[in-house]
């Protein structure tokens, strides 16, 4: 569901990119980027980026901050850029989060198996 | 050459990225940045990992096209600071496209792990099962064994039990005497001939029965001493005692006994059991005595 929502956004997006590019002084499109990267940057944010893979996101995070005040300041072309920029950052953010969580589950997972093996190897030994 | 399919061409030949740029060359100069550069050998390298397109299909796809998007903005020569930005994104969703194929791989390795874990947990139950069952078959053959042991030891005894009531029957049949120098058996004066040194038939019996008892105490000493009573000299007397000793043991001997474990004395008319002044006390005293020691102690003499 996520990501199908998640899909149709960036299509969104990339729509409101091509539609910018027809129209340079658009409001509307760079206002909906900054709110979709802004989302992007709230599920990495809850993905555990901010630990787990914390260069992606102060980049994010800054690059948000300027694209709301280009936003502020109307300067939309460079809102947009940013905002693109920033939700670009916050799922790299995330994918990061989640394969790190992913690969300590199975790193942990692993040496839980050794230490099984092990123990059944010495009881064997032992009582043999 | 649209940008999809000069991606495509680059999946299945790279040397087609050379060409593809001096093709565009015609046209117009080429123009990259290193933003781009690194973009393109960021995707190159996620290319030549197949896991990539198979576990992160919908980030690669998207990361191939932001990477056709900065291509097309170098083609059309826009601006370097228009090419980078679009690079950059094209880089970060190639990493992030590798970042989901990292996921998968360790989700796949939790999956395959978990399985691991109930195969060696399972061979740890079954390998303590076998222990169980062995230790049990152990056990069982430890009690089978004991057993055994302790109903042999059980048959040996009653063995020796009725080896020794036999024997001891044996012995009561010989009139045999416990005294302080161990057993003594008398074969009284009928067992010989009158005034000779043989054993009759009956006094060849009764040492039959007294080589039996020897056979079953092997570790016995045996003494023989003869005995006359009083009349006639005592040279004749002595000589008759030693004699008809010497006539047991030859029997003894020649009915299995060991002849070194035989000793003889003859005594005359000493040590008599009654007195001489009738027949039937001097019957007594006509005697051969059989002293039988017990596990092997020596016999010691008369004083």
Known sequence: MNTVQHKVKVICGALALLGLAACASEKTPATADVAVSRAAVANATSAGAADLAPEEMKSAREKMMRANQALAAKDYKLAQDLAAQAQADAQLAQSKANSAKATAAADELQQSIRVLREEAARANTQQQ | MTPTK??????????????????????SAPITTSELDGARGDFVAAQSNPAVAASAPVEFKAAADALDRANAAAAQRESLADIDKLAYIAKQKIATAQEVTKQRQAEANVAQ?????????????????DKARMAAERAKADADAARQQADTAAASARDEQAKAAALQQQ????????????????????????DKAELSAEGMRTAQKLADVL??????????????????????NLDLSQRRADAVRQALVGMGVPANKISTKGYGAAYPVAGNNDAASRQLNRRVEIVLSQNGAPITNRR
């Open chain 2, 6 to 27: 000069f991606m495509t061409k680059l999946r299945i030949l790279p040397a087609a990225v050379a060409v593809a740029i001096v093709l565009s060359a015609c046209s």
């Open chain 2, 113 to 129: 792990a978990g399985r691991q874990r109930d195969e060696v947990r399972l061979e740890a139950r079954t390998a303590e099962a």
């Open chain 2, 171 to 194: 012995l009561n049949d010989l009139q045999a005497k416990q005294t302080d120098r161990g057993l003594v058996i008398t074969l009284n004066d009928v067992l010989f001939n009158v």
């Open chain 2, 215 to 236: 056979a079953q105490e092997p570790k016995s000493m045996v003494l023989i001493e003869g005995f006359t009573d009083s009349t006639g000299s005592s040279s004749h």
